[in-house]
Every structure is written in C-alpha cells, then in structure tokens.
C-alpha cells in the first residue's frame, strides 16, 4: 500500500540495515525484508531464547501475537513470533519449526523476557496442544470447557463437522447432494 | 513515507479542570421535546436498499446453484419443483431464515440476477409447527412482491401461512392479501430425482 | 448467638466452602450477568472492601471463527469475521481485505481506499460514543450515556444508507468495496452530522469530564508506568496514556492516512484519567480527519478492482503466500495474520485484538488494592472488549 516516490530498492534501505546487524550478532539465523516494515528471521528451536534476548535488547518492545500454524505434510508446527518495533518502526516475524507429535511438541517459554507473551503461550496450548515448559499457567483452563481439554481443534486433523454431527446431532436436515458444496 | 511527521498534541489542550457547577448545565434539555421515536406507532423510513427478504426471478433462474455454494451460513438448498402438473426444468433455491445472514451475497453472485432482495424485513411467529414453517420458502416474483409491499407498507413477510403436507409433499402458501400458490417438491439437491411409479420419497423435512 | 467455629463446620457439611484465603477474606464472582463486565468474568478475592487477587475468567464467547473461517471461501468469510469486535464491526472487515490484497498483490482503486478510510473513521466516532455511554453508565451519570446514544443513531443512519445494515455491514471486500456511494445527498447529510456532533461535544464536556465526582472516582485508580505498559503488550489510547507515542496511522501509514493531518495526544501520568482524556480528544481530532476528507471529496474511477476471475467467486483462487496487516482501532492495535496455500479457501487465518493483553493480564495486575466500586470504572477506561478475547 505504498505511494509516494519510490526508488527501487532505495525504499528498503533502513529495513536491511536492521537485517544485518542483527544477524552479525546471531549467525545461526537468517533473515529477509518482505517490503518496507515488514522483515523476518528464521531461527532453529534451541536457539529462540538467545535471539528472542537479543531482539529485546535491540529495540524491539512489543511482543504483538505468538502464531501456531499446523503443516501436517512436513510433520511440524510452525510457531510465529510477530513483534512490533517502535524505535525502528518495523514488523517483524520470527519463525521456528517444532515436531508436531503431542509428546514431542514442547519448547521453552519466554515469558520472562517478554511478560505478555504468558497469555499467548496458554492460547497455543489450548487449541494446538503445544507444551511451553516453564510457564506454571499451562494447567489453568483458558478458553475451552472441560469436556473438549484434549481435543486441541484447531489442528487440521480434528475434522469439525463429524464432531458437532456427533455432539449435537442436528446437523443435517436433508439428504443433501454434497458433490459442489464447498462449506 | 519519512515524511511524514508525528505531531503530538500540547497536554494544555487535553487536561480539564474539574468544576462543581458545570454539571448542573445538563438541565438544559429538561423541557425539551425527547428525540425517541415510538415505533410501533410511528413509522421510520428504512433505506432503499436495505437487505432484507429474497425474491426469485423463477423464469431467469438456470439453477446453477452459485447461490448455495456461497452462502456463508448454508441456508440455501436446491428444490426440484412442479406446479400445475409440469416439473420445472431446474432446480430452485430455498432460503432457510433460520440461518440466513441477510449479506445478500448470494445476490452478488448470480449469474443470471434471478435472485434480488426488498426492504422487507419483519418476521417473527410463535413457537408451533405450522408457524415455523414459514422460515423455509422458495422466494416469489419480485413484482408481486413489490405490490403486496406496497399494499400494505410495512415491511412485514407476504405469507401468511404455509402448509406442508408430508405424504403428497405438497406446499401451499396463504399470501397476505388472499391468493393461493400451489406447488409440490419433488426432490432436493443438484441432480433430478429420478422418475419412478409412485413419488419417491427422498428424504424427510426435519 | 451462634458460634463462628460451629458456623464453618457447619458450612463444611453441607458443602457449602467459601475457600477463604485468611480469616476474613471471601470470594465474589463478578459474573457475566453484570451489566459492568459485559459477558467476561473475573474472580476476586476479596478482603473487606478491598481485592486481594483477582482472576480473570474468559472463554463465554468463543465461537470457534479461526477454525471456521478455514472452512469458506474467500469472500465469504467477511460475513463471518466482522462479528468478532461488537462496537466496531467495520475494523475486522477492513484488515481481512488488507491481508488478502497483500497476498493478491493487486491495487486497490483510489475512490475504493477513500471510501474505506471514510468508513473507518466514522466507525471510530460511533464506538468512541459507544464508549461514551458506558462509562457515563458505570461512573452514574446517566444522562450523558442516553445523549451519546441518540448521537450514535445517526450514524448509523448513514451507514443504513451506504451499506444496507446498521450494525453488520459487510462490505468491504478483497478488492474493493461492494457499492458505490448512493447519492451527493449522502456526502451533505455526513457533513451536517459531523457539525452536529461537534456542536455536542461540550455538553459531554460539562457533564463527564469537567465534573467534579469524575475527578475524584477516577484520580489515581489503576496506574501503569511506561516500562510496565510495553512489556505488557499494551496499544492503543492505553499505552498512549501511559506516555508512549505509538499510533499505527502514523508509524504504519496505510489508506489515506498519509494526506491527513492530524494531532496525537499524549500524556505521561498512566492512571484511568489520563485514558479517560485521551479519548475526548481523539474524538476530536476524528471529527476533525472526517472533515478534511469531505473537503478532499472523493476521487472518481470505479470502486472495486475489475478482475476476470471475480465472474466465478465460489472458485475464486489466491497464490500461496502470507501477509500481515493492522489497523488502529479505537481499542488499540488490531492485527490479522492471513496464510493461503493457494487453493479457494484460506489456510490460516488469525485475528489478534487488542483485549487479550490488556483484559487478562494488565486487569488482573491494576486491580490489586482497589475497591469494589472501582472495578468496572477500571474495566471501562482500559476499554475492553471480550469477543477479541475469545474470539
């Protein structure tokens, strides 16, 4: 949505500045600019701690969203980070891939870098199952009611439509024609 | 984009100094004429386009079925129809107000504009059988919608009454002013039923 | 006189524990039915008339939208997602479209982003006087929430006239927007009803925030410093109050954001007055944009993006790709996070509203110390909103 004189790559030029320098301080990340104000890192999950203090350090205060995004095809869940600049005035996203077996989706919590960052944790938890250790708030019920706690339904093998066919039983009224519905 | 800059306000032009007699200034609509409006005894004027009610062009309609694939609520369902004796060649849409939205963007999307809606928008009925079965319609011509519109001008729905037998499958609706409209369903979805000796029930109205 | 040891034991009995946490303290349910928490809950415990710890308690809202929205198409998902903020609706619409036309990569026609920028500003004025009322109504004066009401009708008037709804309009979409203005009377009439309202502002003034007992309720109550606020991913006119000046129409211009002027309060004290203030004058300087853009007038050219693959919208594909985008909301900084793997329906779509920061953690933290009669004035003036909550 840019407007105004626009040279090339003249643009992005403060964008890449940032790029670089917070990559000469972490070699095991890399890092893109998408257009102006909007960049992002892809760290390897051991490390997110480490970069996540440097970013704090460097300018960036506030901690927007944490985003699970499930690719059953790869096998893993991708967790977005998406923090917001306000000295920089740049958007940026921090990506990580973890395993997506319910007994192996586990990663340290950041909750004592970035407070906000609890409230989240406990919301990935619900809905994806993912297990942040260290954040003592996983146990207390956020959103879902008791009876649907290991159902974790926004995964993309929860199929939605059996489950409310089965709970509520008033799904379907006719014998539809289901060849070109597409809901 | 760096040129812009961030004004920010004088903080003399947000802080306010609190006073006791102020207040008492909101008196001054005490004897004033009330800006409500009773409704029921006076009439607003609704918008021009206000989304209300379908109506269905039933000649221009190709029974493409366009509607019901973007319904965001999946109220629309395709109905094979015969009136006085005659199936029509294509399936009809039949609008569920139970689960409609009223965004019209079924409207949108057809390719013929059979499909159109009108202002009206008042529907509500007691809680038996025979009453609900007015949430589940074929829509009408929007010329006899338009008449019975402005007939009686307010916007309530033109049906009074709609039976449903269950054997014959017949529907009949009551409009407001009198008229009788009769016609049976015969099947539903995209596919014609298939014509067999003795109409073949397909499945039940819930 | 029964005796206080007989009194517990009996309690115990019959199952009927108030789990106190020391001798004199108990526990109240600021439920849902309270016309103050509007459908949230927090549980408080309470020491005389003072709170203790305070829990909050989300999730009466949940309506399952991002697992939907993963179920329709495109463009149908607008009817769907603009009911996850109430006062607002016109918000949700506009960063969904902003997320897929990003994705797209196509260019939005100027009349279109004139008209989306008109219609996000007068949404901002309707909530702020929705925000109006309910403060009136939980600080006790009344008659300021009835005016603030009766103002916000025409508004919505005018949006009956643009859109065909009131409240839900559905209609802005990738691409544009559904219809083009109805008429020059249309432009008049918003004219006239942006003089009336500012015409209006200081009977609010006389009533609301000169007052004396406003001053004194709300003084003091609920105070967060700088550092606490950003680490607390607080936005909007909250952390403005706070003393940080963060606005996403300036530090993230999008629409027509870029041509206009406009001031930006902020002040350093971080207490409920402060945010109080802020707002009264972010609703001035909103009259003040909507002004500037009936001057400007809109730009003439078609109002939506003309495209051959729009004739067949069930089908309708996007390229695999994701997009961010955001928008200043009158709560604070709504985010939408969009991610297509290039078939008809979205792959991911996640909406951040504003009040899951500053509803759990920020309340639970201001609300140590305060007394009971300050709970829903401090739930008002950090202006939360349960449905971005639960979503």
């Known amino acids: ?155 993309k093998d929860f199929d939605m439509l059996q489950y409310v066919k089965k709970k509520y039983k008033i799904l379907d009224r006719f014998d539809e024609n289901k060849d070109n519905y597409v809901i | 984009m760096e040129e812009i800059e961030f004004k920010i306000a004088p903080e003399s032009k947000i802080r306010k100094k609190p006073s006791y007699i102020k207040p008492w200034l909101g008196l001054k609509y005490l004897f004033k004429r009330p800006v409500t409006i009773k409704i029921p005894y006076e009439k ?7 989304r209300g009610f379908h109506t269905l062009d039933w000649k221009k309609c190709v029974g493409c079925n366009f509607c019901g694939q973007i319904c965001p609520a999946r109220a629309i369902e395709m109905t094979w129809l015969e009136v006085d004796g005659k199936m029509e060649k294509r399936p009809h849409p039949k609008i569920d107000y139970g689960r409609c939205t009223f965004c019209q963007f079924c409207v949108d999307v057809c390719p013929t504009g059979a499909l159109g809606f009108i202002e009206s928008f008042m529907l509500t009925t007691e809680w038996k059988e025979e009453r609900i079965q007015l949430f589940d319609w074929v829509p009408i011509h929007p010329e006899k919608f338009k008449k019975l519109q402005e007939n009686y001008n307010d916007w309530r729905f033109p049906v009074e009454k709609i039976e449903f037998n269950d054997e014959t499958k017949e529907v009949v609706y009551h409009f407001r002013d009198g008229e009788i409209f009769k016609f049976k369903i015969l099947g539903y979805g995209i596919r014609p039923p298939k014509p067999k000796s003795g109409a073949k029930r397909v499945e039940k109205k819930a | ?280 004058y972010e609703l001035e300087q909103d009259l003040y944009i909507l002004e500037q853009l009936l001057e400007m007038g809109p730009p003439s050219g078609p109002y939506k993006v003309e495209d051959p693959r729009l004739k067949n919208l069930p089908r309708f594909k996007v390229p695999a790709g994701d997009a961010f985008a955001h928008v200043e909301s009158t709560k604070g900084d709504f985010g939408a996070y969009v991610v297509s793997d290039g078939k008809n329906k979205p792959y991911r779509v996640q909406i951040r509203g504003p009040s899951i920061a500053h509803g759990v953690r920020v309340l639970e933290q201001l609300l140590v110390g305060a007394r009971i009669a300050d709970v829903p004035v401090i739930l008002m003036s950090l202006d939360n909103c349960p449905p971005d909550i639960d979503r």
Request: with cysteine.
């Open chain 1, 1 to 155: 949505m840019a407007d105004g004189e626009k040279e090339g790559g003249g643009m992005t030029m403060k964008e890449q500045a940032i790029v670089d320098r917070i990559l000469k301080k972490a070699p095991y990340a890399e890092g893109n600019v998408r257009r102006e104000r909007r960049i992002e890192f892809k760290v390897p999950m051991e490390r997110i701690r480490d970069f996540l203090t440097l970013l704090k350090e460097n300018g960036f205060e506030l901690m927007l969203q944490i985003t699970p995004v499930d690719w059953p095809k790869d096998e893993e869940i991708e967790l977005i980070y998406q923090i917001w600049s306000i000295t920089h005035g740049v958007h940026t996203m921090v990506r990580t891939r973890i395993p997506r077996d319910l007994e192996k989706a586990k990663i340290p919590t950041i909750k004592d870098i970035y407070p906000a960052a609890e409230t989240y944790e406990r919301d990935a938890h619900d809905f994806f199952g993912i297990y942040f250790e260290g954040n003592w708030k996983m146990e207390m019920p956020w959103i879902l009611d008791d009876t649907e706690q290991d159902v974790y339904p926004l995964r």
């Open chain 2, 44 to 50: 607003t004027q609704i918008a021009k386009k206000y």
């Open chain 3, 1 to 280: 006189m029964v005796a206080q040891s007989e009194l517990i034991k009996e309690a115990r009995e019959n199952g009927m524990d108030l789990l106190p946490l020391d001798k004199d303290t108990y526990e109240l349910f600021f439920g849902p039915q309270h016309m103050a928490t509007e459908n949230f809950s927090i549980i408080l415990k309470m020491d005389g008339h003072r709170v203790v710890k305070a829990i909050a308690n989300p999730g009466f809202l949940h309506r399952g939208f991002e697992k939907l929205a993963e179920l329709r198409p495109w463009h149908t998902n607008i009817a769907l997602l603009l009911r996850i903020c109430v006062p607002e609706p016109d918000v949700p619409e506009n960063i969904y479209s902003m997320a897929v036309d990003e994705i797209i990569g196509w260019e939005v026609p100027d009349r279109a982003q004139w008209i989306r920028t008109t219609v996000l500003e007068m949404a901002r004025v309707s909530a702020y006087l929705f925000w109006i009322m309910g403060l009136s109504f939980k600080l006790g004066v009344y008659t300021a929430g009835q005016w603030a009401a009766a103002y916000r009708e025409r508004l919505m008037a005018l949006f009956e006239e643009l859109s065909g709804a009131r409240v839900y309009h559905i209609y802005t979409i990738p691409g544009g927007v559904r219809r083009d203005i109805p008429s020059d009377k249309w432009l008049r009439q918003l004219k006239d009803t942006v003089e009336y309202i500012k015409s209006k502002l200081p009977d609010f003034d006389h009533l609301v925030f000169e007052n004396y007992i406003t001053f004194k309720r709300m003084e003091g109550i609920g105070v967060m410093d700088k550092k606490f606020a950003l680490a607390e991913g607080v936005t909007g006119p909250n952390l403005r109050a706070a003393g940080v000046a963060y606005d996403v129409r300036r530090a993230d211009p999008y629409l027509l954001y870029p041509e206009l002027d406009f001031e930006v309060p902020v002040l350093g004290d971080g207490d409920a007055l402060a945010r109080a203030l802020v707002r009264r």
